[in-house]
């Protein structure tokens, strides 16, 4: 595929990427479900979370793409998604396997340019269970909250993180500062304290259009993590758990190896740690009946501290000056500028390695239909 061809399924804003979506899938004979979202993004434009599903009856197997769980992420997950319905043998894959695309997983932070949602909570830290316990608050946060969102940010935060790090390693800093954290609502990755409007979204439909299934892959599509256009995936199944063999044998050295012992890897190449509330593994209880094989694909962008940086940065501006305020639209620029690479080489290696995972993924579940 050229250049060119790869550079339009690409898209440069959250409404831009929404139409060309709905339109590739309507041309497609899709069935769409427009959620709409009680926000507004920049310009008082509607948000929504659509969802568009290509049935064949009879088909027990199905493939989900999710793009925008993590807002401006989504311009990465949303050209995959166009790919896969554009080029990607729609045709034949329809023959046995369901497809279905989730277009802005968090529709607010992918029009506003923010990793969270509308209350500043991280989607993929949200989807957990809130009636047991107070599980997962990640009290240690709190030694690191006032660099992370102090009165006043300054390049002597940024230095006092970095002694952090110096001092108690980079696999400490990822556990304290990116694993999610419920006792700052206005710091980074807060998980909240009760369902994000995007969780009770999928909730009240993805049983509907997913239960009837045997198996179906979800991809949850992410950028910011990792050498630059690489695709990693991380999965979140445990060693002992059947599905981490299955995927391990689908996709082999695409998965991600769990370096967090290692502290000489300071990059955040890699990097897993014990998060709470993610979206993949919560899938596996609200699909009861199926068998779910969920993984976040992750692709590299900057280097781990751009994008830190900017993330805390953007985070700053948002709570000090508010959501339309120039400085935070500018700082939400260059965060997205950490999660898109508007490069044709960045663009190509992102398809290349999507096209790759599509054909492992269509060969194992054949295999698993087969067995
Ligand atoms: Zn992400």
Redesign the pocket.
Known sequence: MSNLNINSLFSESYQQSRERFLTTMKDKGAEILSLLHPDEGPNMTPLYMDVASLKRAGNKQGIVLVSG??GP?GFCGAACQNYMVERGGLAKLLETVNVFFIHGHNPFGFAWNR?FTENNVDL?RNYADFEESQSFLNVDYLEISDLIHPHDLTEECFDQIKLWISERGASAFHQVALSGQRVDPDGILYGGVHGEWSNTMIRSVLPGLLGNLDDVVVIDI???LGDYGVGEIFSVYQNHDPRQAVLAQWYDDLIARNDSSNDANASGASEQYVTDGDFCSALTEILPQTTVYAF?L?YGTVEFDRVFQALVRENFAYHKYGLDDDRTLKAGQRLRDCFYINSPEWKELVITRFEDILVKTLRGLQKLSGD
């Open positions: 769980t993590h992420e990793r993929n992410h950028s910011g976040a992750e």
